[in-house]
């Protein structure tokens, strides 16, 4: 990665095991191998929120314990955020796609902006400065 990302340790086998049991659906592939190499960091995202703190399994883990979120917002998977009230989310949509999403918790659903396409256009903007 670039000098703009701070990676953590990789994430163990085990880990990405307890991840992928918790949700019904099959994560992308890139987001798993991606958790292989480091299990969350923080740095520029080119894309907004333009600051990203990707969340460690275990953070996921406890995020998904609280089960507070799966009323509001069921079709979605977080697995991150800007480190203030912006959270990133794998939109689960009908048509079997996997948008990524930023969301103001605050706001709440209303504000669902798709900010990338699929999981491989999000992570090539990790370590990226954000250009207008």
């Given at each position: 990665m670039?000098?703009?990302?701070?990676?953590q340790?990789?994430?163990?086998d085990?880990?990405?095991?307890?991840?992928?049991?918790?949700?019904?659906?099959?994560?992308?592939?890139?987001?798993?191998?991606?958790?292989?190499?480091?299990?969350?960091?923080?740095?520029?995202?080119a894309?907004s929120?333009?600051?990203?703190?990707?969340w460690?399994v275990?953070?996921?883990?406890?995020?998904y314990?609280?089960?507070?979120?799966?009323?509001?917002f069921?079709?979605?998977?977080?697995?991150?955020?800007?480190?203030?009230?912006?959270?990133?989310a794998?939109h689960?949509s009908s048509?079997?796609?996997?948008?990524?999403?930023?969301?103001?918790?605050?706001?709440?659903?209303?504000?669902?902006?798709?900010?990338?396409?699929?999981?491989?256009?999000?992570?090539?903007?990790?370590?990226?400065?954000?250009?207008?």
């Amino acid at each position: 990665m670039t000098k703009y990302w701070n990676p953590q340790s990789p994430a163990t086998d085990r880990d990405i095991e307890k991840l992928t049991q918790l949700v019904d659906f099959d994560l992308p592939q890139s987001y798993l191998i991606m958790l292989k190499r480091f299990n969350g960091g923080e740095g520029e995202l080119a894309l907004s929120p333009m600051w990203l703190q990707l969340w460690s399994v275990n953070e996921v883990l406890e995020y998904y314990n609280s089960e507070s979120h799966l009323r509001e917002f069921p079709d979605y998977f977080f697995f991150a955020s800007n480190g203030g009230v912006e959270t990133i989310a794998m939109h689960k949509s009908s048509t079997g796609s996997m948008e990524i999403v930023m969301i103001d918790a605050v706001a709440g659903i209303q504000s669902v902006e798709v900010i990338a396409k699929d999981f491989g256009e999000f992570e090539d903007a990790i370590g990226k400065i954000f250009e207008k």
